[in-house]
């Protein structure tokens, strides 16, 4: 008789994703073929949105997501080695230098990988094939770029001026949407598209976010809607093998100890 341990492979690991946003705080625990076997669950950004008051509300919400081994964090803003540098959709400063990777996985018992939010939306959609762009189209307009599947530099292009004193995020951002209305705001998507088009000269450009199902009429064959679902769909992605070189030496894991008695 086979041993249990053929009859009985290891469980595939359960990634728990949670995608931070201006508005809202979503998250959901995903299986290694990117089924969600449990949420999502999706709550408001507190406001003011600081680093306390928004873990608080997370830990509120995936708790009743359990059991997962792993988490993966889509942050809006600048991120490195698992600590936040910027966070200019959520209102507040208090951001600058905030270990969010390893306060979550203290306070959630398992590993965290931490990256900039519009990048994991874009490991969601990827086809790894060429130079493909990835835009977000949310409370501001977030930005990834990628090659063979590979993440390019992180540039915060929702923070670069695209006209006189006006840069992306206020050009495109919700702001924007709700001053001049539909019309004028998906002329200016396709300006932002075109723009785009001569910065990186993509193969592909997705495009997601909370308002990208407010663009209207056709779009070049080469740009494609995707679903705001990958934002965290996209969160597995983060332990791929391929990013494990991308993440050696950052803190993912138990990171935050506890002060002696």
């Known amino acids: 008789m086979a041993d249990d341990a053929h009859e009985h492979p290891a469980a595939e690991p359960l990634t728990l994703a949670i995608d931070i946003g201006g508005s809202h705080l979503k998250a959901g625990v995903l299986n290694q073929s990117g089924t969600l076997t449990a949420g999502p669950a999706r709550v408001p950004t507190p406001m003011p ?6 873990v608080a509300a997370l830990l509120a919400m ?3 997501l359990a059991p997962y081994d792993r988490v993966s964090i889509g942050f809006p803003g600048v991120v490195r080695h698992g600590l936040v540098l910027t966070a200019p959709n959520l209102g507040t400063p208090a951001w600058q230098g905030f270990p969010l990777a390893a306060t979550l996985s203290q ?16 490991l969601g959609v990827i086809a790894q094939r060429g130079v493909e762009c990835v835009l977000t189209l949310g409370t501001g307009m977030g930005f990834a770029l990628f090659r063979d599947g590979y993440l390019g530099p992180h540039l915060e292009i929702g923070q670069h001026p695209v006209k006189t004193g006006k840069t992306y995020d206020r050009f495109v951002g919700e702001a924007a949407l709700q ?5 004028r705001w998906n002329q200016r998507v396709r300006q932002t598209i075109a723009l785009m088009r001569t910065l990186t ?3 592909t450009l997705y495009i997601g976010g909370g308002n990208a199902r407010r663009i ?3 779009l070049p064959g080469n740009v494609q809607i995707v679903s705001n679902k990958a934002g965290i769909t996209g969160g597995i992605r983060l332990w791929d093998s391929r990013m494990d070189d ?3 030496g950052q803190l993912t894991a138990f990171a935050v100890e506890s002060p002696a008695d």
């Open 216 to 218: 209207d009429g056709a």
């Open 107 to 122: 306070h959630l018992g398992k590993p965290a990988r931490l990256l900039n939010d519009a990048t994991i939306q874009g």
């Open 49 to 54: 949105a600081k680093p306390d008051a928004v």
């Open 62 to 64: 995936v708790s009743p």
């Open 246 to 248: 991308f993440f050696a």
């Open 179 to 183: 001053k001049i209305g539909r019309r």
């Open 201 to 203: 000269d993509f193969d």
